[in-house]
């Protein structure tokens, strides 16, 4: 495995699990089940240039299953038809139990919201990555990864006005 | 016309020391590219500060010692070798009975979900099955095995064929209720979901067997209740390829008590 599956690693699980559970408790069920995934599966992983994103796809996946199977999704169809699932309101209150400061679940969950290309760079950025690590990382040239992450910090920073 | 990644890399502070004079003389002179500095600015150290915030989060206990106990399997194990060997008192000597078991179970009982509640007046099938097995183990001479000491009732649903009685019997080889639950009371209370609780149990290959709270829950006549998981799968007999194996524990008159063991593969 290129990335090596130390505590680094699982904390730089955290924001993406913080910003789907809205800061609820069960985000460290999500990053360890993640983890818990990648370590089982290291064989298979071993040459994967992106071993994050699996493990955003796998956090994803138990996330809404567990949803599903407590029933706290409501299922709706937006303005264009495609169907959605909203998390119940009750769900989504913040929990004490993460320190992090109100605006800054506020910034992650707008981060979270945001398209995946801008998703994937500013997650990148939160954990302090240099632009070359961040071109490694996602396969894309330098030049690339600054234009993108120009264009997303302009974005981020229109969605918080 | 300056670029856009030029101002960013100004505000990041990566832009090469030569670019440095051009770049804040533009900044200087455009209002809009003094703006698009400050968002780069502004941005830049959100996304930093954030990031340190996260990374400042101290891993809770009980997923530090999850990550510990993944940790220490180094190789790629599939789901059924990660788990506490029961089964190596099960060697030749004991061949025979587990056999005699699997036979005598294909003619009564094919599950292998369920043990309920040790109920002392709704236990004629299973005393009489304690017997047989007993009968059977003084036939094979095997001395060192008990019978469960519990009278256990046996809730069906059918399956395979299957090796259950087997791993119960195992499972009561090694895990000692009365024990177990004198250990957990103490703590149990305290216990969060997900979290590890050590009990001085240990398996046949001396490994610690740690458990998991995996829910609370109330039972139908209104009794807490706590759903205690063996940390990691169990391997009860020599086909047993990994049982997850769950305590169901209910406080009766202030005790807790086992109400029931669930067994799914």
Not at chain 1, 7 to 25: D, H, M, Q, V
Request: a neutral charge.
């Amino acid at each position: 495995m290129k990335e090596k599956l130390d505590e680094n690693f699982i904390k730089s699980l955290l924001p993406y699990a913080l910003s789907i559970t809205r800061g609820k408790e069960d985000q460290w069920d999500l990053v360890i089940g993640a983890y818990e995934y990648l370590k089982k599966n290291e064989e298979k992983y071993k040459d994967h240039p992106n071993i994050k994103a699996i493990a955003i796809l796998k956090m994803k996946s138990l996330y809404k299953d567990e949803f599903r199977k407590n029933k706290r999704f409501t299922s709706m169809t937006d303005k264009e038809g495609r169907d959605i699932e909203i998390a119940d309101e009750k769900q989504l209150d913040i929990s004490d139990k993460i320190s992090l400061s109100f605006e800054s679940k506020k910034v992650l969950s707008i981060i979270y919201n945001m398209g995946e290309k801008c998703r994937e760079i500013l997650d990148l950025a939160l954990d302090h990555k240099t632009y070359k690590e961040m071109s490694e990382r996602l396969d894309i040239p330098i030049g690339t990864v600054m234009s993108r992450l120009a264009k997303c910090r302009k974005e981020l920073k229109g969605l918080m006005a | 016309m300056i670029d856009e990644t030029k101002i960013m890399q100004y505000a990041d502070g990566t832009l090469p020391q030569e670019e440095h004079e051009e770049i804040k003389k533009a900044i200087e002179a455009d209002p809009k590219l003094k703006e698009l500095y400050n968002t780069f600015k502004e941005t830049g150290d959100l996304l930093f500060n954030l990031g340190n915030e996260i990374k400042s989060q101290p891993i809770p206990k009980h997923v530090q010692e999850k990550i510990n106990i993944l940790k220490t399997s180094n190789k790629p194990v599939p789901k059924e070798f990660g788990s506490f060997n029961f089964f190596g008192l099960f060697k030749v000597q004991y061949a025979g009975i587990a056999a005699a078991f699997c036979l005598f179970f294909v003619g009564g009982f094919y599950t292998n979900n369920f043990i309920t509640p040790k109920q002392k007046d709704n236990t004629g099938q299973v005393t009489a099955l304690n017997q047989k097995i007993n009968e059977l183990a003084k036939e094979l001479k095997v001395t060192s095995m008990e019978a469960p000491k519990k009278e256990l009732k046996l809730r069906s649903l059918s399956s395979e064929e299957e090796d259950l009685q087997t791993r119960i019997q195992n499972l009561y080889l090694y895990f000692d209720d009365e024990k177990f639950l004198s250990e957990i009371s103490q703590v149990i209370d305290e216990l969060k979901v997900n979290e590890v609780f050590e009990s001085s149990l240990k398996d046949n290959d001396g490994k610690v067997v740690k458990f998991v709270l995996a829910e609370n829950f109330s039972s139908k006549d209104g009794n807490n209740c706590k759903k205690v998981k063996f940390n990691e799968p169990l391997r009860l007999s020599g086909i047993d390829k990994g049982t997850d194996v769950t305590l169901d524990l209910c406080k009766i008159n202030e005790n807790y008590e086992l109400s029931s063991i669930n067994f799914t593969k």
